[in-house]
T-cell receptor, first 110, second 113 residues
Framework: QKEVEQNSGPLSVPEGAIASLNCTYSDRGSQSFFWYRQYSGKSPELIMSIYSNGDKEDGRFTAQLNKASQYVSLLIRDSQPSDSATYLCAVKDYGQNFVFGPGTRLSVLP | DAGVTQSPTHLIKTRGQQVTLRCSPKSGHDTVSWYQQALGQGPQFIFQYYEEEERQRGNFPDRFSGHQFPNYSSELNVNALLLGDSALYLC????????????FGPGTRLTVL
């Protein structure tokens, strides 16, 4: 059974701070890793994808991947109240199905 | 460029009934995946369609079936509805390549009474 784990939160950070979201996965054959943001009552929105070890930056977002530790993270710099949402980690192997974690609820306090 | 669309937005059914949900993929995408998302949980993979065939299937019973049409749009059918089938049903489209990214539609909220 392939598993993706995340802390459910809520993770509360003050406005302007760095939010750090973590995800671990069980399948060493996993090849592609994704972070989605989901606002309450809405569908998931793709934020970042990462495929190789190291960091990948896009604006205020940085995804970090460590395949040896089976760990992927998302950093949000200069957090804004509009970043308050549930963040879903998704992992894909050589097959075509994605396995999602349960999500971490982030609350950015003004 | 139209994104992924789904219909209907909301649906209320009673136990034992059957339901059909519809999805049109993002322009240029050929692969459609369906997910079930219960409240407070991450999406659970139901199945994926590519070239009009079911390519992968998650751990869902045969009551869940689907179809993909030549224009890549897709349907999800659920028979003999149970109360536990109440959830947000998400369709995601992608290109059928190894490093594909999936983009989600707005979802269909199904309530089974």
């Amino acid at each position: 059974q392939k598993e993706v784990e995340q802390n459910s939160g809520p993770l509360s950070v003050p406005e302007g701070a760095i939010a750090s979201l973590n995800c671990t996965y069980s399948d060493r054959g996993s090849q592609s890793f994704f972070w989605y943001r989901q606002y309450s009552g809405k569908s998931p929105e793709l934020i970042m994808s990462i495929y190789s070890n190291g960091d990948k930056e896009d604006g205020r977002f940085t995804a970090q991947l460590n395949k040896a530790s089976q760990y992927v993270s998302l950093l949000i710099r200069d957090s804004q109240p509009s970043d308050s949402a549930t963040y879903l980690c998704a992992v894909k192997d050589y097959g075509q199905n994605f396995v999602f974690g349960p999500g971490t609820r982030l609350s950015v306090l003004p | 460029d139209a994104g992924v669309t789904q219909s209907p937005t909301h649906l209320i059914k009673t136990r034992g009934q059957q339901v059909t949900l519809r999805c049109s993929p993002k322009s240029g995408h050929d692969t459609v995946s369906w997910y079930q998302q219960a409240l407070g949980q991450g999406p659970q993979f139901i199945f994926q369609y590519y070239e009009e065939e079911e390519r992968q299937r998650g751990n869902f019973p045969d009551r869940f079936s689907g179809h993909q049409f030549p224009n890549y749009s897709s349907e999800l059918n659920v028979n003999a509805l149970l109360l536990g089938d109440s959830a947000l049903y998400l369709c995601a489209s992608s290109l059928g390549t190894p490093d594909n990214e999936q983009f989600f539609g707005p979802g269909t909220r199904l309530t089974v009474l």
